[in-house]
């Protein structure tokens, strides 16, 4: 089993729906979680950094559910730049930055 | 602006030659590292300096030496290249602090390497 595991897509949706993305990771110790934004041929962007209570930043929520050891990345009414690659990276030993794993990415098209 | 930059952009390569992979960044960070990322597979550290005058190994660092010249610069080197170094590779930087704002990587553009 892969340490992050995400569905690689590609989600085609049309603009102004809603979409919603997970991520499992394996190590019940993990103790950070962030989605990265990556657009075609370019370098990986934080996007969001993910607490145990939630967040929201605009049109972007994500959640952590420990109990399930997933993550979950929800878009509301989606934007034709809002087309990327979302990565999910796990901090799997408390935060030291040389264990962070990548997931391999969602890929999202939104369709005019 | 601010940033982190690496060069070349892009380089091809023959089997068994050498080359080095340039990073730098301004934002006074004293964590860097080197990933690639290939089709498929998560990115993956290759070796990381936690802080000036120190480097370790990451998860695939087979085939790559490292230095870290100052707090600014970072340097991957490829002694001879083979086919299976094909990837884009990737300079990022963080910050230290508070675990989650120390795990906030800033990114450069990549650099493209063909190994023939």
């Known amino acids: 089993r892969k340490e992050v595991e995400q569905d690689p897509g590609p989600f085609n949706v049309p603009e102004g729906a809603t979409v919603a993305f997970n991520c499992t990771y394996s190590n019940s110790a993990s103790q950070s979680f962030f989605w990265y934004r990556q657009d075609c041929r370019k370098e990986p962007k934080l996007l969001m950094s993910?607490?145990?209570s939630g967040n929201e930043d605009g049109r972007f929520t994500a959640q952590l559910n420990r109990a399930s050891q997933y993550i979950s990345l929800l878009i509301r009414d989606s934007k034709l730049s809002d087309s990327a690659t979302y990565l999910c990276?796990?901090?799997?030993?408390?935060?030291?930055?040389?264990?962070?794993?990548f997931g391999t990415g969602t890929l999202l098209a939104v369709q005019p | 602006n601010a940033g982190v930059t690496q060069t070349p952009k892009f380089q091809v390569l023959k089997t068994g030659q050498s080359m080095t992979l340039q990073c730098a960044q301004d934002?006074?960070?004293?964590?860097m590292y080197w990933y690639r990322q290939d089709p498929g597979m998560g990115l993956r550290l290759i070796y990381y300096s936690a802080s000036e005058g120190t480097t370790d190994k990451g998860e695939v660092p087979n085939g790559y030496n490292v230095s870290r010249l100052n707090k600014r610069e970072f340097s991957l080197r490829l002694e001879s290249a083979a086919p299976s170094q094909t990837s884009v590779y990737f300079c990022?930087?963080?910050?230290?602090?508070?675990?989650?704002?120390?795990?906030?990587?800033?990114f450069g553009a990549g650099s493209r390497l063909t190994v023939l």
């Open positions: 990276v796990v901090g799997a030993y408390g935060g030291a930055t040389n264990k962070l794993i």
């Open positions: 990022a930087s963080s910050g230290t602090g508070a675990p989650s704002g120390a795990n906030v990587l800033t």
């Open positions: 934002m006074n960070h004293n964590s």
């Open positions: 993910v607490y145990s």
